[in-house]
C-alpha cells in the first residue's frame, strides 16, 4: 500500500508538472462555457452523457498516451521495472490519478455549465451519485485502454493514428445517446455502460438499464485490468529484460 501511494504522488506531481491539470481544467471551463451557451435546458440528458463520452475519452487517452510515453522517454519507466513497485501497483496509480483528472475535467464541465446557465434561466441540479459514478468508471476503462495501446508504441506520433481508431469505435455510442440511433445494438460497446450511468443522473433509468451500466462497466474493467497488465509484461517488462 506504501508503494502504491508513493506511485500516486510521484504521477500527480509529474501530471502537474507536465501541465495536464492546467490543460484538463481549461477544457472543462471551455467545454462548460460551451455547454451553457449551446445546450438548451430540455436536451442535458441527451447532450451531457454524449458529450462527456466524446470530451473525457479523446483528452484522458492523450494524457494517458503523453504520461507513459514522457516515462519512456526520460527513462522512469526502465527505472520503475526493476524497482520494488509491482506491475499491479504501476497500473492503479495511473488508473487511479488520471481517473482522477478526467472525472475533475468532467465535473468542472457539468456543474460550470449548470452554474451558468443558472444566471439566465431555471434550471434543475442532476443527481450527481450516478454522474460521478459514471465519470468515474468511464475514466477507468479509457485510462486501461490507452495504456493498452500507447505500450505497443516509442513515440506519441505512432500512438496518435490507433488511438484515433479505437477512439471513433468507443464513441460510436453517441449516436445512441442523442437518439440519432435508436436501436439498442451501440451497448454492445463498452463506452455504452457509463454513459448510460450519466444519463441516470437526468433521467430515472429502467431496473435494466441500471443493472447493465453497472455490470457491463464492471466486467470491462475487470477485463481491461487482466489486458493492460498482461500487455505491459509483454511490451515493457520483457522487451526491457
Known amino acids: 500500500m506504501k508503494r502504491l501511494q508513493a506511485a500516486i504522488k510521484v504521477d500527480f506531481v509529474n501530471q502537474w508538472r507536465n501541465r495536464l491539470y492546467q490543460i ?6 471551455l467545454l462548460a462555457v460551451m ?4 445546450a438548451p435546458i430540455h436536451m442535458m440528458p ?3 452523457p454524449a458529450l462527456i463520452l466524446a470530451a473525457l475519452g479523446g483528452s484522458t487517452l492523450m494524457y494517458v498516451g503523453g504520461m507513459i510515453v514522457f516515462e519512456r522517454d526520460e527513462r522512469t519507466l526502465a527505472a520503475t521495472i526493476v524497482s520494488p513497485l509491482k506491475v499491479t501497483e504501476y497500473l492503479w496509480s495511473k488508473i487511479l490519478s488520471l481517473g482522477f483528472l478526467a472525472t475533475l475535467e468532467a465535473l468542472i464541465m457539468v456543474i460550470g455549465s449548470l452554474l451558468i446557465k443558472s444566471a439566465f434561466e431555471e434550471v ?3 443527481n450527481l451519485i450516478p454522474v460521478v459514478l459514471g465519470i468515474v468508471l468511464m475514466g477507468m476503462m479509457y485510462t486501461l ?3 493498452i495501446l500507447v505500450v505497443r508504441y516509442r513515440s506519441i506520433t505512432e500512438f496518435l493514428l490507433p488511438m484515433a481508431g479505437f477512439a471513433v469505435v468507443a464513441q460510436l455510442p453517441i449516436l445512441y445517446f442523442l437518439d440519432m440511433v435508436t436501436k439498442p445494438v451501440l451497448l454492445l460497446i463498452p463506452t455504452s455502460a457509463p454513459t448510460m ?5 437526468y433521467l430515472e433509468l429502467a431496473t435494466w438499464q441500471c443493472v447493465y ?3 457491463y462497466s464492471g466486467v470491462t474493467i475487470a477485463i481491461l485490468v487482466y489486458v493492460a497488465h498482461r500487455e505491459f509484461n509483454i511490451h515493457v517488462v520483457r522487451k526491457a529484460g
Request: glycine share 26%.
Open 145 to 147: 485502454a490507452g495504456i
Open 46 to 48: 441527451q447532450i451531457v
Open 197 to 201: 450511468l450519466i444519463r441516470g443522473g
Open 213 to 215: 451500466a453497472v455490470g
Open 35 to 38: 455547454l451553457a451557451w449551446l
Open 124 to 126: 434543475s441540479i442532476p
Open 24 to 29: 484538463g481544467i481549461g477544457v472543462g471551463l
